[in-house]
């Protein structure tokens, strides 16, 4: 099985391939802006690298947020033409599960995935060490994080981390930083979709995923319509 993944999600634009023996090529850059551009030429760089074409591809995944939502839009759009085009299955991974997997915590440690959504909140979801979800993913101002956690001792990954980390601070909670990279990586988001697969088999993943949207988009499309709405 050969797996396509890429994300345009937060900051960052990355691709990956995977087949049954392990990861065959990647690509990862920090990226804010520009996503749409550069989104097809690292897919094809990493195909090159890994000698292969679209027509070699078993099954795609890609993130589905939480993100921006231009960002989510260019990511989603591109795998669901590529899905369409080659008839392949498509795997929706969050946001927030690609930064929390690749942290190693100890049996008492949750895992505290967060990125920054500003306006004083945070995008953030608890993971046990096993990686067993402890909440769902929330969006939360940052005065009332504490109330939707357990009680830790929280190892904390993401963007969003620095402004936990001070929460915590506060209320003398303990907690301790990982040195993962805080961007979703396509790496991770292949190896979680590569998991999935085959604990759930590749027929159950024939309906395109839906972006999550925990906060609704500012951008309004004409008639003041939510970009997610259906017409």
Do not use: N
Not at 48 to 56: N, R
Not at 113 to 141: H, I, K, N
């Amino acid at each position: 099985m050969i797996l396509l993944a890429f994300d345009t999600a937060q900051g960052a634009l990355s691709a990956a391939i995977r087949d049954a023996e392990g990861e065959i090529a990647c690509l990862f850059e920090e990226r804010t802006r520009g996503h749409a551009e550069a989104l097809l030429p690292m897919i094809e760089t990493v195909l090159a690298e890994a000698a292969l074409g679209f027509s070699d591809l078993d099954v795609l995944a890609v993130t589905v947020g939480p993100g921006t939502f231009t960002g989510l839009r260019v990511g989603l759009a591109a795998a669901r033409g590529i899905a369409l085009a080659r008839k392949l299955p498509l795997i929706g991974v969050t946001t927030l599960e690609a930064i929390a997997e690749p942290v190693a915590a100890a049996a008492d440690e949750t895992i505290l995935a967060s990125f920054d959504a500003r306006r004083e909140e945070v995008y953030m979801q608890a993971f046990a060490a096993d990686g067993t979800e402890q909440t769902g993913p929330l969006l939360v101002g940052l005065e009332t994080a504490l109330a939707h956690l357990p009680r830790g001792p929280f190892v904390l990954s993401g963007t969003g981390t620095p402004l936990l980390a001070d929460v915590l601070e506060r209320a003398g909670r303990e907690y301790r930083l990982s040195e993962t990279r805080p961007q979703p990586d396509a790496s991770i988001v292949a190896r979680i979709a590569q998991r999935l697969a085959a604990e759930r088999g590749l027929e159950t993943f024939h309906t395109p995923p839906a972006p999550l949207y925990i906060r609704a988009p500012d951008a309004k499309l004409p008639g003041g319509r939510d970009p997610g709405e259906t017409a």
